[in-house]
């Protein structure tokens, strides 16, 4: 079983003490997640579905990482995975240029030409990601930017000459996490930007207004290879119903997302619709919302259990919500044991194994098995913490990586290539000498 803690939509402005409307709330939720973690158990991740912030600027990352440190003291968990929402996003930067781009850009075919020329335009798409540098900054700590978004952090916040990546062809949108093995089943988690045209424009599509527009979601952020002894998670800020041609897009990403978390619509909600979905409330709704959403945040249980024979994907969602005083089950969305949330997986070699090891022969709903097998992010984890980075690249790989002068994207470029190379247990076994 793998426990995640969810939560959206924080909208964190640099205030504090007596400016703060939510001071009172946010200390019960971190009260609150010690008693969840002490009556369930270790949270594994915590995942943030974007507008960590409220206008992208660096002193509300700074307010933020405060609180995130908080979370996962409490939840005794330092493992945190997060998407961009639109609050997140320095409007103000590349203005003229990206508003010049976005009804080009609404253009579906126009949106797949732009991105497969990347290697060609890196001005033209490093724009869209710019705006998000200071979001970035803190998305990089956590092991958590894609190849293209870590290269467009070089590219200067104004219109003016400075230093511009190079971007190449196998440079992803998206970024991955490799969680290890559950019950015979590879276990993934990515997470991508739903809000690259994200503006002052943006509209809802349920009342869409003149001269308002809707996001993007390019094949580029999500296209991955989903195999039948695999299990994929995707994290994105904007729910399909918020993306041009999102419908077209949502049977695409069901066929390789067996679990997808949301945000932005302030609202909780989840259900069993192609594939299981959770979209999260906010934890802090704007000033003007308060009246019509309060703070809410879940604890979910991933597991693969035995169900006529077959392999099944249950998730148990505990719903939490504030009731002005005090965190209490939210009883209309917790949803578990009979009320869990599952979708079937594909049988295959690796499981059909897993269930033979058990010896069990009957159509048991669960069995016991060690939880996983070595955890890639772990290690991954425990590389940028040990102190002694630079020492294990050198025993690694030499000075393949001496000319990156940003130590942390020295870091990020030194995992990859061990992603890649599939030296990731020869990473770990590196470490363990150290931890001696």
Known sequence: MIRFLQISDI?????????????????????????????????????????????????????????????????????????????????????????????????????KLLFESKVYEPMAVGTLYTPFKQYYKLAEEKLCISDVASKALVFPESEQKGEVAEFVSIDKMYWTQDL????????????????????????????????????????????????????????????????????????????????????????????????IKIYSGALQPEEEEINEYFPVYNVIELDVVKLEGKPVLKVDVFCRKWNGTEFVEFKGETKTGANALTIDLTKNDSWERTVSSTGITNDKTDFAL????????????????????????????GDTFDKITSNRTKYLYFLKQVDVDGRIIELDEILKKYDK
């Open 180 to 275: 290890g093995e559950i019950k015979g089943f590879h276990l993934y988690i990515h997470g991508s930007n739903t809000s690259l045209l994200s503006d002052r424009d943006d509209g809802d599509s349920r009342t869409l207004e003149k001269e308002k527009h809707l996001q993007v979601l390019p094949l580029q952020c999500y296209n991955i290879e989903a195999k039948s002894d695999e299990i994929h998670i995707l994290m994105l800020h904007h729910p399909m119903s918020e993306i041009y041609e999102g419908k077209k897009i949502e049977t695409d990403i069901d066929s390789r997302f067996k679990l997808q978390f949301y945000g932005h619509v302030h609202k909780q909600s989840s259900a069993v619709d192609g594939a």
């Open 370 to 397: 060690p939880e996983m097998h070595i955890n890639p992010f772990d290690v991954k984890t425990r590389f940028i913490r040990c102190g002694r980075e630079r020492t294990i690249i050198k025993k690694m790989y």
């Open 11 to 111: 909208h964190f402005k640099d205030k504090d003490g007596n400016d703060d409307e939510y001071l009172q709330m946010k200390s019960k939720f971190i009260d609150d997640i010690e008693l969840c973690q002490r009556s369930k158990g270790k949270i594994d991740y915590v995942l943030i579905c974007g507008d960590i912030a409220f206008s992208g600027l660096d002193r509300e990352y700074k307010v933020a990482r405060e609180f995130i440190g908080s979370i996962c003291d409490k939840a005794k968990c330092d493992q945190v995975f997060l998407v961009p929402g639109n609050h997140d996003k320095k409007w103000s930067v590349y203005q003229r240029m990206r508003q010049a781009m976005r009804d080009y850009l609404l253009k579906g075919k126009s949106l």
